[in-house]
């Protein structure tokens, strides 16, 4: 497959942007290449500036679960743009989509809207820190929450050491303020309330991860988290990739979760910025203009994101079905990878929560950021660029989950085990 084109815009974009990219992990520096510059999606399917058409398993980084180019959602955002872009006035559309959010996540009483997941966790953790009068935050290894200051941080060695930054320009004394511990490791987590619950004002995750690849919670995991509650610590789920994905409830209603705050974006905004906080009200009634922790955007709330966002959660509250339908899909892929890869002889191990997936090369299981860490890069490097070559689009980092929408059914799971076989 020929990328005359990308390969010049590349180019040309490198001269202007760092990187040529707006997000690092376009760039393809974990798979090597030309990323392709795609210019039309429809339905499963992305086509380059080429002219080449792929399969596409990124569907923006998750957004896109109806698939790209839904009539109704287009149909939704042409009606609103042609009255005005954006007002910096309250909207009607605003109070409608917060109650289509109230109505996936009942223990949301009032959701204040942003631009972004990186916006959505940050005020979420302010509101957290503002709230509770305590200051550290607690996040785990491998999850990813955004690039604000405080959740770029990895954890050192030991579970309970002090926050170290994992990006230049964050100060260490703000990174000590953010403590690391290990994904599904309920002892550690156990460990540190007891030792230090009282000071701690959240404690952040992904319930299912995606950024990492995809890791599935342990019950007794969930369990330990909800026990930070005894402390008086919020708990706060970041379901900017699970939320409307793992069903309309996301994984709060698949794994009944009572988190004090959710974190919401991608889905929400069908494809356009917009992303969420919420919570009880009685958190939520500190947030300015009722309550002292501040937090504005210009853009929030903008009317044409908040008519994809309710076009895009309409459709899934009207087809319920449509989740049996990914998670059947999701199933029969899982199924065929495992097969395929089972028959050649390469070790792996295919983490999958309906319709979010990665394939680990590495003998499972694969429960935390360390075992994720095993996988064997450049088989997967081999992997993605073959089957890109084939018109398959997989995520471009081996840590990166893969996303089914209801477009994709079996006609494209056989296209991308069919060039599997091929590649391998
Ligand atoms: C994507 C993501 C974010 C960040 O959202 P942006 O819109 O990219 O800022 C935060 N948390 C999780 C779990 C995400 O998947």
Redesign the pocket.
């Known amino acids: 497959m020929e990328r005359p084109v990308s390969a010049r815009l590349f180019a040309e974009a490198q001269r202007h942007i760092p990187g040529g990219v707006s997000s690092p992990v376009r760039a393809f520096k974990a798979v090597g290449g030309t990323p392709p510059f795609l210019v039309r999606g429809e339905g499963a399917y992305v086509w380059d500036a080429d002219g080449n058409r792929y399969l596409d398993y990124v569907l923006s ?2 957004p896109l679960i109806l698939g790209h180019a839904h009539p109704e959602v287009l149909a939704r955002v042409e009606e609103v743009a042609k009255r005005g872009l954006t007002f910096g006035a309250p909207h009607p559309l605003e109070a409608e989509l917060a109650q289509a959010v109230k109505r996936a996540y009942p223990g949301v009483e009032l959701v204040r809207f942003v631009n ?3 916006e959505a ?1 940050m005020s979420a953790l302010r509101l957290a820190r503002g709230y509770t009068g305590r200051k550290y935050l607690v996040k785990f290894r491998g999850n ?3 690039h604000a200051d405080g959740l770029l941080v990895e954890a050192g060695s030991g579970a309970l050491t002090l926050g170290v930054p994992s990006s230049a320009g964050v100060p260490e004394e703000y990174a000590k303020l953010t403590l690391v511990l290990e994904y599904n490791d309920p002892e550690a987590l156990r460990a540190l309330l007891r030792a230090r619950g009282e000071e701690i004002a959240a404690i952040i995750f ?1 319930p299912v991860v ?2 990492a690849g995809v890791l599935v919670p342990t019950e007794e995991f969930l369990k330990a988290l909800h026990e930070a509650r005894d402390y008086g610590v919020l708990l706060v789920a ?1 379901e ?2 699970t939320g409307f994905r793992l069903g309309f409830g996301g994984a709060t209603e698949r794994f009944g979760l009572r988190p004090d705050l959710v ?1 919401l ?2 889905i929400l905004g069908g494809g356009l910025p917009a ?1 969420a906080y919420g919570g009880r009200r009685e958190i939520m009634e500190k947030v300015a203009p009722l309550g002292p922790v501040y937090q504005a955007g210009t853009l929030s709330g903008n009317p044409l994101a908040m008519a994809a966002g309710l076009a895009t959660l309409g459709i899934l509250e009207k087809n319920p079905g449509y989740y049996a339908r990914l998670e059947e899909v999701g199933a029969g892929l899982e199924a065929g990878l495992r097969e395929v890869l089972s028959r050649k002889g390469i070790p792996h191990a295919v983490n999958r929560v309906g319709s979010m997936l990665t394939v680990f090369f590495t003998e499972g299981p694969v429960r935390t950021f360390a075992e994720a860490r095993r996988t064997d890069t450049e088989l997967f490097r081999r992997f993605f660029h073959g089957l890109l070559d084939r018109g398959v689009y997989w995520p471009p980092s081996n840590f990166e989950a893969a996303f089914l929408s209801i477009a994709h059914g079996e006609a494209e799971v056989a296209l991308t085990l069919e060039a599997l076989e091929r590649v391998l």
């Open positions: 980084w998750g972004s997941g990186t966790t990813y929450h955004g992904e995606g950024n970041d900017v990739m974190t974006g991608k992303a």
